[in-house]
């Protein structure tokens, strides 16, 4: 495919998930795309060929990421970026449930409990970690679930969060997580990056040999002690209100800090509904491991590029942009040509 090609190619796909709401397959791409767009010497119709060869190809995507829109991560990027008033950063670690009910041969297919759901679903089990600063939203990375590779989903967060560390350079105040994720070898790691984490905890996780739940004599309050797993100690604070738990590595936060940062972790669930409702990342139908993986990247692609327009026009959410964009002509490259008084 040459470069031409390609770069149509990766256009359409990405801008037609933009600017319109549907299943994603080839054809449809190329027939909403061609209906959209003016014919020109630099920009030619794509056939659904061409889309289906771009979904198999194998290319460094995550590079692509950082290099077009690693700037989401820079202070530069801030407009409202004060030095005396500096917002603090997160890293938030979750995983999702990518829904393939149909799918009979697809690669990776594994049967995941949803607990919103509340029952046992046929898809593909994502892990995801996304850089915000409360506002704007980069996703860092994600990997798929394979059980041929015996790596639990502690070990693919671990992975990506070396990938914060040593490929995007970042250095967030905080890595967020639910009460799955601090393991002992995972927070080992965060600590050892020189960051702090603030998680989630189960009542009946160990803290000075004693059960979180008997280590408190009211509803509420907060004590610092060792965290056990399989004899590996952590140092933390913890805090209780009513059946809630929350432990932090640092140890100098108040309980009603703790709380307040770790509500942050609602980003990522907001995150997860826009690759969802919005640009449909659950849509694809090959069945094969490499398309599927660059429908996502191709899908993270789409949700930098409408997070980037939302900041420069200083629009609240992405689902306002959406509204607007569902009536405007598909564009033909990321460098979006719009009127600035339709927003």
């Not at 801030?78 to 690669?107: C, G, M, Q, V």
């Not at 679903?121 to 506002?135: C, H, S, Y």
């Not at 990056?193 to 998680?199: L, P, S």
């Not at 969802?276 to 590029?305: D, W």
Request: charged share 25%; with cysteine.
């Amino acid at each position: 495919m040459n470069k031409l090609i390609f770069k149509t190619a990766l256009f359409a796909y990405i801008n037609s998930i933009c600017f319109r709401n549907f299943s994603p397959t080839c054809v449809k791409i190329s027939k909403i795309y061609n209906n959209n767009i003016v014919v020109d010497s630099k920009c030619s119709c794509i056939s659904h060929d061409k889309l289906q060869r771009l979904l198999q190809m194998e290319q460094k995507w995550n590079l692509f990421l950082k290099q077009k829109y690693g700037h989401l991560i820079s202070k530069k990027f801030d407009l409202n970026y004060n030095k005396s008033k500096r917002k603090k950063t997160f890293l938030i670690i979750d995983d999702t449930i990518l829904a393939k009910p149909f799918s009979k041969e697809l690669e990776l297919l594994t049967w995941v409990y949803s607990p919103s759901d509340k029952k046992s679903l046929l898809g593909l089990n994502a892990v995801f970690v996304i850089w915000t600063d409360g506002n704007t939203r980069f996703p860092i990375g994600f990997r798929l679930m394979n059980i041929d590779d015996k790596k639990s989903r502690i070990d693919l967060a671990m992975d990506i969060l070396k990938d914060a560390k040593n490929f995007y350079k970042v250095n967030p105040d905080y890595v967020l997580m639910d009460s799955f994720y601090p393991a002992a070898k995972l927070l080992k790691l965060i600590r050892k990056f020189r960051w702090h984490w603030i998680a989630k905890i189960k009542s009946n996780r160990l803290i000075n040999d004693v059960q979180v739940k008997d280590f408190f004599s009211y509803r509420y309050g907060n004590k610092t002690g060792q965290m056990y797993q399989k004899k590996v100690r952590v140092k933390v604070k913890v805090t209780k209100q009513n059946d809630n738990y929350w432990a932090t590595s640092d140890i100098k936060l108040e309980s009603s800090i703790i709380r307040k940062l770790y509500r942050k972790r609602q980003i990522i669930e907001e995150f997860f509904k826009i690759l969802k409702s919005e640009l449909m990342i659950e849509g694809c139908p090959s069945r094969t491991k490499t398309a599927q993986v660059n429908h996502i990247y191709f899908v993270l692609i789409a949700f930098c590029q409408l997070e980037e327009f939302r900041i420069k026009k200083n629009i609240t959410t992405i689902y306002k942009i959406r509204l607007v964009l569902l009536d405007c002509i598909i564009q033909k490259n990321l460098k979006w040509n719009l009127k600035s008084n339709i927003f």
